[in-house]
């Protein structure tokens, strides 16, 4: 494998492919994780093309050799689709181009931009009124977003953000550019491509490497838009059921959280209304267990407040959502709100975080029978879930995407997104601190999967965008993409017919599939997965040579300082600390009682070499500025813990 590498590091040097080695800044930065789930990935070199023609020189090199490629855009995959511990990283952060045209309400954009990149031609133009479809995370990939069907904000009013798509480019796995469009024969196919890539294209037919999509327009005529956040903990707890024995009174109160919870999410509400929710359980939380409400609303301020007024009765969270919505101008809203909003989900996509992670994922329709059963459910397990992990860094979070509206106007087969009765997109996080608790919160997990699934569509529904990556094999395919499924293998034998774009959870080819499996399978059972993600990575995780590389860095520390001035504002100029430190992370490498990589020398996340760290640090200082830059809530998470 090593030859193997070697010739295709100098194949692709050789014609000015940007590509990196382990040790390298860019490889660091590339690999770097926000789920220690994932803290041993290391791919045998990430490679960072610049134009489609580059992609397509990969495609061919890797296919030739038999590499695997893993395409990582954000970054922001719940199940880590987007981490690679062999083969090839193929990080497509440079292809960051973005064209807007106003007139044709159209933005072109390359496949390696965020939604920030996107944004920041409406922000920066003032167009006010108008809205790309795009995520709620400024720094999510547009990539995974649009080829997984796409949840906006404004889906309610506009649709999934792949019903914007107008036309595609992509890499085939012949290494062929092909570009499909919306207008091309649905029964050719390039058609059905295209009717492919709107729900189920992430990683199964090609590589994206460009897409145009529409430009919508905000009903409100000076483009307004109004926008809250309110976080809610009832003065009698959610799951304290000692209150609510204690006096008529407190079970009044108890029965309130719940009724004006099921009213909540069996409203009705019009189409320009979306309001998202998070219910949190977090046993060091002071203020007890609380609901987070993120308010968008296509309309001018009297109109939401009347909306609220009449749909929420509980006289609190009613008067506070209204005063912790604004009106403002949409670019403004782009710039500065979706961050504040999305803030402690925008913490933890950064490597700066420090935290396990598992997910899971629901459909949800909005029939009163199966909202009062869901929410029973989750409110008990809060209280279990409290009672268990009581002082244990740990956090439970069930977060309801408000969907349905137009998003519900196209039927399941107009596009490979399946899921259109879907009025809630709900997902379940589980995050811990010690590696030694992830059993108890698979178990968890397990448990809680267990009883939500019967409610989710079809008993079975799940969202790629929100990807679960205990699904079975036999199942994944069924739960992502419903009754689509078979047509999507159809297409996949006509571009990938060696199945050359092969992941785990990816489309399979059609022959001989076995797809009647249990969704959540208990053998492997959950809890004995514990450990088995670090631990297969870790057969291929290699650490570079750690006393060269800090010699190296010690004797041109004065130089490497300069050329960063981030790092030199770091330290505020004090050189010998940082040559002290270095002297310090010798002596602990030498010494075999104190593995390297404790978290007193290094934090988790890169624990390669203190020059590593340090160009780390540098990075978390350009996140902090941004954050700033956004007049962010988030407070910097960064120590000086080198």
């Not at 009174?249 to 069996?266: E, I, K, L, P, Q």
């Not at 909003?341 to 420090?354: D, G, H, I, L, V």
Request: glycine share 6%.
């Amino acid at each position: 494998m090593d030859k193997t590498i070697d010739e295709a590091i100098e194949l692709f040097r050789s014609q000015k492919i940007p590509v990196f080695e382990p040790g390298e800044e860019e490889y660091e930065r590339s690999v770097a994780t926000p789920n220690l789930l994932f803290r041993f990935s290391r791919p045998h070199l990430v490679i960072q093309p610049e134009t489609a023609s580059h992609v397509q020189a990969i495609i061919k090199q890797a296919r030739a050799q038999k590499l695997k490629i893993t395409i990582k855009c954000g970054g922001h995959s719940y199940a880590g689709h987007s981490t690679a511990y062999k083969g090839i990283l193929l990080d497509l952060k440079k292809m960051n181009t973005v064209m807007l045209d106003i007139k044709s309400k159209t933005v072109t954009m390359d496949a390696g931009c965020t939604w920030g990149h996107v944004y920041k031609k409406l922000v920066n133009g003032r167009h006010n009124g108008f809205i790309i479809n795009g995520g709620r995370c400024p720094f999510v990939g547009v990539s995974g977003f649009i080829l997984g069907g796409g949840l906006s904000p404004f889906t309610r009013s506009f649709g999934m953000g792949c019903d914007t798509l107008e036309e595609a480019t992509v890499v085939t796995a012949d290494g062929e550019l092909v570009t499909v469009k919306d207008n091309d024969d649905p029964n050719s196919k390039e058609g059905k491509l295209f009717w492919a890539l709107r729900g189920a294209g992430g990683g199964n037919f090609g590589v994206l490497v460009k897409m145009k999509l529409k430009v919508q327009q905000l009903q409100n005529k000076d483009g307004v838009v109004v926008a809250g956040r309110y976080q809610w903990f009832p003065n009698s707890g959610i799951t304290n059921d000692l209150m609510s024995t204690m006096n008529n009174f407190y079970t009044t109160v108890t029965n309130d959280f719940m009724t004006t919870m099921n009213n909540f999410y069996t409203t009705d509400w019009p189409n320009q209304m979306t309001i998202d929710s998070t219910w949190m359980c977090d046993p060091q939380q002071k203020e007890g267990d609380g609901v987070r409400f993120l308010v968008y609303y296509d309309g001018n301020k009297d109109e939401f407040d009347t909306l609220i007024d009449k749909y929420i009765k509980q006289p609190e969270l009613a008067k506070q959502l209204k005063r912790r919505s604004l009106p403002e101008k949409s670019t403004r809203f782009l710039h500065e709100t979706l961050v504040a909003q999305w803030s402690e989900e925008t913490t933890k996509a950064f490597p700066t975080n420090k935290t396990y992670n598992i997910y899971s994922s629901f459909v949800f329709n909005n029939d009163k029978i199966s909202i009062e059963k869901v929410t029973a459910i989750i409110r008990e397990e809060m209280k279990t879930f409290r009672r268990l992990y009581r002082g244990e860094k740990v956090q439970f979070l069930v977060t309801w995407i408000h969907s349905g509206g137009k998003a519900r106007e196209k039927k399941p087969s107009d596009t490979a997104f399946f899921w259109r009765e879907a009025v809630y997109h709900t997902y379940v996080t589980v995050d811990w601190e010690d590696k030694w608790m992830e059993r108890d919160m698979r178990g968890f997990l397990k448990n809680v999967k267990k009883k939500l699934r019967p409610f989710s569509l079809k008993r079975e529904a799940a969202f790629i965008n929100f990807a679960d990556g205990e699904l079975s094999k036999k199942a994944h395919e069924r739960a992502y993409f419903g009754n689509n499924r078979k047509e999507l293998r159809r297409i996949k034998e006509i571009w990938d017919k060696d199945n050359f774009f092969k992941w785990t959870q990816g489309i399979q080819l059609p022959q001989g599939i076995d797809d009647d499996g249990e969704l959540d399978v208990d053998v492997p059972d959950k809890e004995d997965m514990t450990d088995t993600i670090a631990e297969e990575q870790w057969e291929y995780f290699k650490t570079d040579d750690f006393v060269k590389d800090l010699k190296e860095f010690v004797d041109n520390v004065d130089k490497f300082v300069k050329e960063h001035p981030l790092l030199e504002r770091f330290f505020k100029g004090k050189k010998n600390y940082i040559k002290e430190l270095a002297q310090k992370a010798a002596d602990l490498k030498n010494d075999p009682s104190t593995p390297l990589g404790s978290k007193d020398l290094l934090p988790k996340t890169i624990k390669v070499t203190l020059r590593q760290q340090v160009i780390y640090c540098g990075k978390c200082l350009e996140i902090g500025e941004v954050k700033r830059a956004h007049n962010s809530p988030v407070r910097s998470t960064l120590t000086t813990t080198v």
